[in-house]
């Protein structure tokens, strides 16, 4: 499953985070040791680990293994690349009744997103995607589509006729949907729900890079994040610390449908065209999925609309890296970063 809705083509996108951990201070007055426990398994389309803060390994472990059946259980349902899914269901009849209260509740979500943004965040996009799609894949023309094709396809991208009656939903004729930007975030979260509820108050989430950090490390100190420089994989742009929050970031530098294209692998929903505004954003929020569809929004939205829009929302930050290298970031992401 292709996990960013905004993916062109069937390649997904991989975040630009990694996690810098520490081994924690051995502390002799502890009788009891709070260690780390991880797993790490393919799902979504990407690499999931999850980490959990515990001292009974057995129970660790088990904890893990619930955590990661919601995940599989947000796959199962949102996949839009597995017939049997109720996603795909959607997509080919136009309407699920009955629907998964889960399925329901995501895409009233993206709605919002699709609000906020002003439509540079839009689950509709999967005809834009799929036009793509068959240009720069195997007996396609490996040329852009024309502006005709193109503004023909965007008839078809419209959130606002997605109709949610109970738990009917309901598409505009020949629409089709795609949760890639929210339905991995989402899963984040639900696998953390789980942790929580399985008595974890510390660990982690992370999904291909994105990832939700609740607590903090055995040592007590908060998860430390690097963020890709775009030109050295190997270095961070910058550190940030966080504790009961999570972080996201889409970016334009890590692959391409075609590498003689050479075209952003995330389109625009208003325009159809790959977005190019930055190299990258990096998005703070208290949720994965939050943090998930905020960083695409703002991806396409660019420089000054995108951080105008941040700024209206409370509680979250981004950092934003320009297409001419310069690093910018919202009022309050400085408050994240390594001293």
Known sequence: MRYKTVAIGLIAIFTVLFVINYAADQNTDITVEQ?????????MDTTVTISVIDSNETHALEVIDRAFDRMYYVDILMNNYDNK???????????VNNA???????????????EVSGGAFDISIQPVLDLWASKYSPGGTYQDPTHEEINETLMLVNYSAIMIEGDNITLGTDMRITLGGVAKGYAADLAIESMINDGISSGFVNAGGDGRYIGTKPDGSQWRIGLQNPEKSED???IINVENMAVATSGNYERYFNDTARVSHIADPRTGYPSQNLISATIIAASAMDADAFATAVFILGEKDGMDMIENIDEIECLLITTDKRIIRSSGFSSYENN
Request: glycine fraction near 2%.
């Open 35 to 43: 260690v780390s426990h991880s797993q790490t398994r393919s799902l």
């Open 236 to 238: 961070a742009v910058t």
């Open 100 to 114: 998964d209260s889960e399925l329901i509740y995501v895409i009233n979500r993206s709605v919002y997103y699709s």
């Open 85 to 95: 899914s109720e996603l795909s269901l959607l997509n080919e009849e136009g309407v």
